[in-house]
């Protein structure tokens, strides 16, 4: 499994922007598609998850501002970012769980800076 992350880089506070994670590879019941970001020095956190029913579950720090999303048939999983914040700066890390099996993309970095 291939996690191929994009979208990243310099956003002004108040913007936007929208990360995409291309999934390929053995793409067989995918229970778990997820964002996860880690700012320096800091532990990685989950930023938002999206199930196969489709529910999805983000912490308290980018609730009604984030919004996973997916699409199946591209095996594609995005993130759109509105009204960031300076601490909404960290590398994002898209993730997939397959048949309990945990699989991660390489970081996409977002800075949020004016």
């Known amino acids: 499994v291939q996690l191929q992350a994009s979208g990243g880089g310099l956003v002004q506070p108040g913007g936007s922007l929208r990360l995409s994670c291309a999934a390929s590879g053995s793409i067989f019941s995918v229970s778990v598609m997820a964002w996860y970001r880690q700012a320096p020095g800091k532990q990685r956190e989950l930023v938002a998850a999206?199930?196969?029913?489709?529910?999805?579950s983000y912490p308290d720090s980018v609730k009604g501002r984030f919004t996973i999303s997916r699409d199946s048939a591209k095996n594609t999983v995005y993130l759109q970012a509105n009204s960031v914040k300076p601490e909404d700066t960290a590398s994002y890390y898209c993730?997939?769980?397959?048949?309990?099996?945990?699989?991660w993309g390489q970081g996409t970095l977002v800075t949020v800076s004016s």
């Open positions: 993730s997939v769980i397959i048949r309990g099996t945990q699989y």
């Open positions: 999206i199930i196969s029913d489709g529910t999805t």
